[in-house]
């Protein structure tokens, strides 16, 4: 298939692009790294299964891998994967990362055009989160390889180490090139731009078998550096599960000084204060809570309201006439939710 019909199939952006590095070529990529002995943090903006980077990092004994990944299920992998040290469920152009943090990136970003290329948008973002002097593994298709747009934003950001193209095999499947380079921030020079836009294929050797000639530096960067990596898209189910585990009505209790109910220092079965009592403890917020103990079966959840009720009834005067009278007051009510879903209002 060519390039630009493999571009266009909606097979392929229904799959979000989703086909990995081939390991091999990983493989090789691996030789040409000295990865020193410090702390690495390295960036995976579109992990997929993880193997690619691992491989590509496999020589760094101080690695941190930060993965973000579009597919849930691929996510779900990378989560349980002793070897990423964080992964985020997201779209990487939607992320909050610190800035300058990252000082290796590997990335075969989505080769897929939504609202503009992904490969140039992916580029611009990987950008601001490497640091000065931080090695970038790039992987795109030939026709990105020699596009003018993606050019001029790699050599603005990026100084030239390497391009190398995959086999022959591999080559057929998306003509895929791999870009080395060291973030910068200098600018470049037009006569390197047409230079890498006249290139045809034979022009990006082959990724080598061996690397007998000196290893491309990586620095150290620091875990404490990165305070952000985290989705800009709110996350409702996790928030919510997120905000159990904090136990917040416990904690905001403790904040304002008032005890929180605590399960051994209950009566059983638990007894109603006065009416008095009640307004007064459910007003304060302390008629909520987890109470009972685990080892009577009997742990519930009991949340106090007061609200304010109308009763109407008739009364009769002494000249027989009859009028309707409407009283108001406050009623107190505690409902008791036991873990085996019975709901009981005592009021
Ligand atoms: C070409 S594969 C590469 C996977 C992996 N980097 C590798 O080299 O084997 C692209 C991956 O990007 C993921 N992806 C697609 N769109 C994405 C997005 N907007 N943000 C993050 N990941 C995305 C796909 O689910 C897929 O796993």
Request: hydrophobic share 35%.
């Amino acid at each position: 298939m060519i390039e630009n019909t493999f571009f266009q199939t909606t097979k392929n952006i229904e799959k979000a692009g989703a086909y990995y590095t081939d390991v091999e070529h990983c493989e090789r990529l691996s030789n040409l790294f000295d990865f020193g002995t410090g702390d690495v943090c390295i960036l995976e903006p579109s992990a997929g299964n993880g193997e690619a980077v691992k491989t590509i990092t496999k020589n760094c004994i101080n690695r941190k891998i930060f993965a973000v990944e579009l597919s849930t299920e691929a996510y779900i992998g990378l989560k349980n994967d002793q070897d990423i040290f964080e992964a985020i469920n997201c779209d990487f152009l939607q992320t909050k990362i610190s800035h300058k943090s990252f000082s290796f990136c590997f990335a075969n970003p989505p080769y897929i055009d939504d609202e503009g290329r992904m490969e140039i948008e992916f580029l611009k973002r990987i950008a601001n989160y490497m640091s000065d002097g931080g090695i970038l593994v790039y992987i795109v298709p030939y026709s990105i390889a020699t596009n003018k747009s993606y050019l001029r934003t790699y050599l603005s950001k990026f100084e030239p180490i390497f391009e190398f193209r995959f086999d022959d095999a591999e080559y057929a499947k998306y003509r895929q090139i791999a870009f080395i380079g060291k973030r910068k921030t200098s600018s470049y020079d037009n006569d390197v731009l047409n230079e890498y836009l006249g290139r045809k294929k034979e022009d990006f050797p082959l990724i080598p078998k061996q690397w007998d000639k000196e290893k491309i530096i990586v620095g150290e960067s620091k875990e404490e550096n990165i305070t952000f990596f985290t989705s800009l898209i709110f996350d409702e189910k996790l928030g919510y599960e997120n905000l159990l585990k904090m136990k917040p009505q416990k904690n905001n209790l403790k904040n304002i000084a008032i005890e929180p109910f605590k399960d051994d220092e209950l009566s059983n079965p638990p007894i109603m204060p006065n009416e008095n009592s009640l307004y007064l403890l459910s007003t304060l917020g302390c008629g909520s809570g987890i109470t009972g103990t685990a080892e009577d079966k009997d742990v519930h959840l009991q949340r106090g309201c007061a609200k304010i009720v109308k009763n109407t009834y008739q009364e009769e005067n002494e000249d027989g006439s009859i009028d309707e009278v409407v009283r108001t007051s406050t009623q107190v009510s505690v409902t008791i939710l036991e873990n085996n879903g019975n709901i009981t209002i005592l009021e």
